[in-house]
């Protein structure tokens, strides 16, 4: 409220009638906005700037990498289950294994995990199988948890480089007590920048997160419904 004081202050010293008789008779009205280049202005954001775009590289970093680890590793073969039935029914035991170990998917070390827990009760064949579906989540999960950290400072990151430009101008004004609307407004904009900067990072970090996150609770979902399918076929197999 203070700062919106002064600024309606120093407004209403400005001399409307002058402005307009200092504007040539018949001259246009300046229409035309005038925008600053974004890089300018983001470069003027302080020393808090340099720390959000560390953490739109990490950002970035972190997005790319789940995304391909995810491309590679949360695949589902519905295939699978056919080949392995086949095996089985062979009696290569050791094929079936192996095949299922040379796959590089989660689905594909699930499986491998409970064939090498067979002939032990089902029970222990579906809990194998389980911890090791939670094994390949976690791993999934691990990175996530830099995104999430990212989205919740890089806001306050951006709210501090903002109070504190505020803290510089009203500084400036008490020592050369300079109210006018320049010496204002061109520390504000130039600080508030920092806040921008800091919600596009923390949203852009929180919204991949989300999505990956939701990716991840899908092929869980599915990776269940697989580690069913393989239970049915080792019972009807009776192994």
């Not at 209403?12 to 200092?22: E, H, I, K, R, T």
């Not at 699978?80 to 989660?106: F, H």
């Not at 006018?180 to 852009?204: D, E, H, N, Q, R």
């Amino acid at each position: 409220m203070f700062l919106f004081n002064i600024l309606l202050q120093t407004a209403n010293a400005v001399d409307p009638a002058g402005a307009a008789a200092a504007q040539p008779t018949g001259a246009p009205a300046a229409t035309e906005h005038v925008s600053a280049p974004i890089l300018e202005i983001m470069s003027k954001g302080g020393v808090v700037m340099g720390l959000l775009a560390f953490c739109l590289l990490l950002t970035v970093f972190f997005m790319v990498e789940r995304w391909i680890y995810l491309k590679n590793r949360a695949k589902i073969d519905d295939a699978m289950i056919g080949v392995i039935k086949d095996k089985l029914k062979e009696n290569q035991m050791d094929a079936a294994m192996s095949y299922c170990e040379r796959t590089p998917t989660s689905q594909g070390q699930m499986f491998s995990t409970g064939l090498r827990f067979l002939g032990s009760n089902m029970r222990e064949i579906e809990s194998a199988m389980e911890t090791k579906a939670s094994v390949e989540l976690s791993a999934m999960e691990s990175n996530l948890a830099y995104l999430s950290l990212i989205s919740r400072i890089a806001p306050m990151l951006g709210f501090v480089g903002t109070i504190w430009g505020v803290i510089n101008i009203f500084y400036s004004i008490s020592q050369t007590n300079d109210l006018s609307i320049g010496a204002i407004s061109g520390g504000l904009y130039t600080k508030m920048v920092a806040s921008f900067a800091g919600l596009l990072v923390g949203i852009i970090s929180f919204l991949g997160y989300q999505l990956f996150m939701r990716r991840i609770d899908r092929f869980a979902e599915r990776l269940q419904e697989q580690s069913l399918n393989l239970l049915e076929v080792l019972t009807k197999s009776n192994l």
